[in-house]
């Protein structure tokens, strides 16, 4: 069974200051990596994702994160946040079972950006 | 671009009142999902759909029933609601294959009293 670990349910940070969002993973078949951002009453959209190639992925608004296959981790890290970052992320994994894709979401880090 | 539409946005319930979800999405995917969001438990599956035509459980479909009514949409029927069932639906559809987005929609959130 695959399962992904967000330990963290909150985490408040000051505007500019460096913030790193914590996801572990674990599973018995190949996966690929997302994160997830849902901002208030939205639904979730897609941050970035590691399929292959380059550990380190980037989004365009500044966020990168690390695949670590050792550590089964994909962390979420931004040098400077804003307040625009304030939102819940979602770690998942996604792979293939019965021929169909599946999805095993994380119970979500609330980002809560103090001005 | 729509992408995924879902309605109704908002509902209240009475216990043991049925109602249905609607999802449609515009962007030609052949899988489509509902999941059910409670707090503190991350997003959890209820039924989706690979393809036209087929439908599967996933982790939580106890009182709850699908229809993949053609390619473009997906429902999501309560029987019987209960007090449970309160929660944020969201339904979402992508490309077949693990590498694939879900793209999502803006969600339904329903009380049941």
């Known amino acids: 069974a695959q399962s992904v670990t967000q330990l963290d349910s909150q985490v408040p940070v000051f505007e500019e200051a460096p913030v790193e969002l914590r996801c572990n993973y674990s599973?018995?078949?190949?996966?690929?990596l997302f994160w997830y951002v849902q901002y208030p009453n939205q639904g979730l959209q897609l941050l970035l994702k590691y399929l292959s190639g380059s550990t380190l992925v980037e989004s365009i608004n500044g966020f990168e994160a690390e695949f670590n296959k050792s550590q089964t981790s994909f962390h979420l890290r931004k040098p400077s946040v804003h307040i625009s970052d304030t939102a819940e992320y979602f770690c998942?994994?996604?792979?293939?079972?019965?021929?169909?894709?599946?999805?095993?979401f994380g119970t979500g880090t609330k980002l809560q950006v103090i001005p | 671009n729509a992408g995924v539409t879902q309605t109704p946005k908002f509902q209240v319930l009475k216990t043991g009142q049925s109602m249905t979800l609607q999802c449609a999405q515009d962007?030609?995917?052949?899988?489509m999902y509902w999941y059910r969001q409670d707090p503190g438990m991350g997003l959890r599956l209820i039924y989706y759909?690979?393809?036209?035509?087929?439908?599967d459980k996933g982790e939580v479909p106890n009182g709850y029933n699908v229809s993949r009514l053609n390619k473009r949409e997906f429902s999501l029927r309560l029987e019987s609601a209960a007090p449970s069932q309160t929660s944020v639906y969201f339904c979402a559809s992508s490309l077949t294959g693990a590498k694939n987005i879900q793209y999502f929609g803006a969600g339904t959130r329903l009380s049941v009293l």
């Open positions: 962007m030609n995917h052949n899988s």
């Open positions: 599973s018995s078949v190949s996966v690929y």
């Open positions: 759909s690979a393809s036209e035509g087929t439908t």
């Open positions: 998942a994994v996604s792979y293939t079972s019965g021929g169909y894709q599946k999805v095993t």
